[in-house]
């Protein structure tokens, strides 16, 4: 062999070495995910349970001095929650093991307020234990909440408590096995029993707790876990700014690792952050998280839930979807049922992905056609991807379903070890011969789903428009979702008229006024009429095509507010608060300082047994009491207090707050705000209504 000869092999060997540099992956854009927090993204679906001796008080938020006696679970089964869980198609639980009230439901060996001093099992149980069997055999990862906020422990607000605190949680993640999440609750520090001194006590959240060193006895406890925080120091994942059930449509995995979060960032995320901090959407399967019996018959609808399920998953999130556990132990069964059902639709709905039989043909493939075709997004396998080569930021992938095919669903995938890109995209169907555009939209990251009106079209065409780098697509999928129909709202105005609006206008609505269950037999809704005395109106939506009907929309009203004033306040716009609108609030004047009176004269005296408040239902709105006051007078001149207290959680989960109290004859009420959730002194209300016997 010549010498020429072998160095043409050198040569030769050295360029195809060179060709391979240039055909290599797309190198990753910005931050990118921890193997940790991949795992924890793919798991996409897990549940809550709320469970806490505020079960047993028909209370949110325990004041800590709740008497561990009332913590008897007779029928306790953590075999049924794992199972309901399993069903429904979660992945883990995240249990309340010690919530705001600091009661623990393992027998923690720093404190006496636990369940081992409970009539529970002697006083030999432990929940977090149970849980964590239960989890084992029903193939499903546990999740530990441990709030922050202790209002039992004395020496909360002092340096005590952070050993205390850090105690606990090398407990709970030492005894239990693997834990995939920790969840520090971002409500912090105010009044409570603190070891029966019954003060305020204010920490400051961005020190307190020194997270930095929680975080590495963490870490080093549990090295797979990922951490949610929503107190101060950035954890892992981030919370999404809303209690409701949904992330913002553009959703970065990203946010800067320091400086202040404003709301607008948890719910988008942050185009340009320096870390990733993915959203996680949490919600409960009712209204509140912790059981009220009066709740029973307001779990949420299908409908519902798929909303949720399309701006949480569907958004590049996960859902943490949370039950609350009855006093006797168990989950109710309208709640089993609601996310059965749910986990049901969600499965018909992705049944078939038209896309897997499809064709697709790329504007634009990185060198190695093979490796990084179009193809690879549609081939079901999450660790192949499409690629187009580094120059390009818009792009299109066009698949060919071969005949027209039928759908209403877009799926779209990125593939996130790479970083998250695309900024900025377009779905268009080729109808009939001519490419339509039927839906627009931002990010996408590891998940994104469209939803849009059916069409049946031959082709469809995923249009890139804008992205930080090259696209690098590892899904695509095509589905036609059964349609689900939303049930319609009712409300009752100011003048006692039943006002009921279908989602959509085609719909027909069948209601009834006797407690019966509506169905197209039913009383057919023509428009707006008058209604007198206290009513219970139940209606449904009805598709006259397919005969189809929604679920039941279920309302009950107090009497008519017909002859209330608002007294002493030369405002019109303050009709909102009686016009039995949701949407409609109205703020006391900007010179007002608190504490703010809102006075009104029911026209006449009635029985009154307690009060109710609505709060503006804008997104993290103004103008949110927290403490009150509430008076009743016979002549508006003397005053009497029949209670005060708090609303809590009003913030994160703005719902109707509805308080008790002895029965008392009155004309005219007053509703002193003596706090809202910004500290400032605006206050406003959507609906301010009373409870008569
Ligand atoms: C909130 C808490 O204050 C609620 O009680 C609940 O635990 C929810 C998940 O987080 O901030």
């Known amino acids: ?177 693997p834990i995939f999440e920790v969840w520090f609750d971002g409500a912090n520090g105010g009044s409570g029993y603190y070891g029966g001194t019954n003060e305020t006590r204010k920490i400051d959240r961005t020190t307190y707790y020194d997270w930095s060193n929680t975080y590495k006895l963490i870490r080093q406890l549990q090295p797979d876990i990922v951490i949610w925080n929503d107190g101060g120091d950035r954890g892992d994942l981030r919370w999404v700014g809303t209690e409701a059930g949904f992330v913002g449509e553009t959703n970065w995995s990203l946010l800067n690792a320091t400086g202040e979060v404003e709301w607008g960032m948890l719910h988008h995320g942050l185009e340009t952050g320096d870390s990733w901090v993915p959203a996680e959407v949490n919600t409960s399967i009712r209204p509140e998280w912790f059981y009220h019996p009066g709740e029973d018959v307001k779990v949420k609808t299908l409908p519902h839930l798929m909303d949720i399920y399309y701006n949480s998953i569907g958004r590049n999130g996960t859902l943490l979807l949370n039950f609350p556990v009855m006093p006797n132990g168990l989950i109710h069964k309208n709640d089993e049922k609601a996310a059965l059902d749910f986990a049901r639709a969600v499965k018909e709905a992705f049944a078939v992905d038209l896309a897997e039989k499809a064709k697709a043909e790329a504007s634009n493939v990185r060198a190695d056609a093979k490796k990084f075709a179009a193809a690879r997004a549609i081939d079901g396998d999450k660790d192949t991807y499409w690629a187009t080569d580094d120059s390009v930021s818009t792009a299109t992938l066009t698949i060919d379903f071969g005949k027209p095919a039928t759908f209403n669903r877009f799926m779209a995938q990125e593939y996130i070890s790479l970083g998250q890109r695309v900024k900025a995209f377009t779905i268009e169907a080729l109808v009939d011969g001519n490419w339509k555009e039927l839906a627009k939209a931002t990010t996408i990251g590891y998940k994104r789903i469209l939803r849009f009106p059916t069409v049946t079209a031959l082709k469809v065409r995923f249009c890139i428009t804008d992205s930080k780098s090259c696209p690098v697509i590892s899904n695509i999928g095509i589905y036609n979702a059964p349609q689900i129909l939303t049930p319609p709202s009712i409300i009752r105005n100011q003048s006692g008229e039943i006002i009921i609006t279908p989602a959509d206008e085609e719909s027909v609505v069948y209601f009834t006024l006797d407690g019966s269950m509506p169905t197209p037999d039913s009383k057919k809704y023509k428009g707006l009429f008058q209604t007198e005395g206290r009513l219970e109106v139940k209606a449904i939506a009805c598709e006259p095509a397919s005969g189809k009907s929604s679920p039941v929309s279920h309302e009950k009203f107090d009497l008519p507010r017909k002859d209330w004033k608002i007294v002493g306040i030369d405002d019109n716009k303050a009709g909102a608060v009686l016009d039995g609108d949701p949407n409609t609030a109205w703020h006391q004047s900007k010179d007002k300082k608190i504490p703010i009176d809102l006075v009104i004269n029911l026209g006449k005296e009635l029985d009154l047994s307690g009060f109710r408040y609505f709060p503006d239902q804008r997104l993290w709105g103004p103008g949110i009491i927290t403490e009150y006051e509430f008076y009743i007078s016979r002549d508006n001149k003397v005053w009497k207090l029949v209670d005060s207290g708090e609303f809590p959680n009003i913030k994160n989960n703005p719902l109707w707050q509805v308080k008790k109290f002895a029965d008392v004859k009155a004309r005219f009420i007053k509703l002193r705000a003596l706090g809202n959730t910004e500290s400032n002194n605006n206050i406003g209300y959507a609906e301010v209504d009373v409870l008569t016997n």
């Not at 001095?65 to 075999?79: G, H, Q, S, T, W």
């Not at 999740?143 to 004395?154: A, C, F, K, V």
């Open 1 to 177: 062999m010549n010498r020429y000869f072998l160095v043409g092999i050198f040569l030769s060997m050295c360029l195809v070495g060179l060709n391979c540099t240039k055909i290599k992956a797309p190198a990753p854009v910005g931050p990118v995910p921890t193997e940790n927090q991949k795992r924890w993204q793919e798991m996409e679906y897990y549940a809550f349970i709320h469970f806490s001796l505020n079960t047993y008080t028909d209370q949110s938020w325990g004041y800590g001095n709740e008497d561990v006696n009332l913590f008897n679970p007779a029928e306790l089964d953590c075999r049924q929650w794992a199972r309901i869980c399993g069903e429904a198609g979660m992945k883990g639980i995240i249990l309340t093991a010690k919530h705001h009230c600091g009661f623990c439901l393992w027998p923690s060996e720093y404190t006496e307020y636990s369940v081992k001093n409970s009539p529970w099992r002697d006083g030999k149980g432990d929940v977090v234990h149970e849980l964590a069997d239960a989890c084992k055999e029903y193939g499903l990862k546990l999740g530990i909440y441990l709030s922050p906020w202790d209002r039992n422990h004395p020496d909360y607000g002092h340096p005590e408590y952070i050993t205390y605190f850090r105690n606990q949680l090398t407990e709970l993640l030492t005894n239990y096995g």
